[in-house]
């Protein structure tokens, strides 16, 4: 078994080190391509994640803050404005992400409805069955705008 692969299940961190090593110094038949592919893929995988993750968050504060006006606070908007903030950053740093919103959108609202059920106590049927909110314009961060200010 080549070092490398030995490296890469027994010392991840160590294995990471030798690869950048590697490229630095132009030693590419050294490398350990497939599981360098692999991890590189997995980047742009985590990048997804967190856009749904984070779109998540949001959207369930959009419906705690639309279906419980009377219990909104500073700690709600504030975590809206962050995940605007962050949605903003990530679609900035990995453009490419755009085209996927409309799919994350769909996928993290039916977590953010379970979640927001769940935090509320209010029964599911009481929020929208499908994501009221859109990403029109390409702008994911104008969703809370529009949700804040109603």
Same mark, same amino acid.
């Given at each position: 078994?080549?070092?490398?692969?030995?490296?890469?299940?027994?010392?991840?961190?160590?294995?990471?080190?030798?690869?950048?090593?590697?490229?630095?110094?132009?030693?590419?038949?050294?490398?350990?391509?497939?599981?360098?592919?692999? %991890?590189?893929?997995?980047?742009?995988? @985590? !990048?997804?994640? #967190?856009?749904? $993750?984070?779109? +998540?968050? =949001?959207?369930?504060?959009?419906?705690?803050?639309?279906?419980?006006?009377?219990?909104?606070?500073?700690?709600?908007?504030?975590?809206?404005?962050?995940?605007?903030?962050?949605?903003?950053?990530?679609?900035?740093?990995?453009?490419s992400?755009?085209?996927?919103?409309? %799919?994350?959108l769909?996928?993290?609202? @039916? !977590?953010?409805? #379970?979640?927001? $059920?769940?935090? +509320?106590? =209010?029964?599911?049927?009481?929020?929208?069955?499908?994501?009221?909110?859109?990403?029109?314009?390409?702008?994911?961060?104008?969703?809370?705008?529009?949700?804040?200010?109603?």
């Amino acid at each position: 078994m080549p070092r490398n692969l030995a490296d890469y299940e027994e010392d991840f961190y160590a294995w990471t080190v030798e690869q950048a090593r590697l490229l630095r110094s132009g030693e590419f038949s050294s490398i350990d391509v497939a599981n360098v592919a692999e %991890e590189i893929e997995s980047l742009g995988r @985590s !990048d997804k994640r #967190e856009l749904e $993750s984070r779109l +998540t968050v =949001l959207l369930m504060h959009l419906l705690k803050w639309q279906k419980q006006s009377k219990m909104r606070s500073p700690s709600w908007s504030g975590t809206i404005l962050e995940q605007r903030r962050r949605i903003a950053k990530l679609l900035k740093e990995s453009p490419s992400l755009q085209p996927f919103i409309n %799919e994350a959108l769909t996928e993290a609202y @039916s !977590d953010a409805l #379970e979640a927001a $059920s769940n935090e +509320t106590g =209010l029964p599911e049927t009481v929020f929208p069955a499908e994501c009221p909110f859109t990403p029109d314009e390409g702008a994911v961060a104008r969703i809370s705008s529009r949700a804040l200010s109603g």
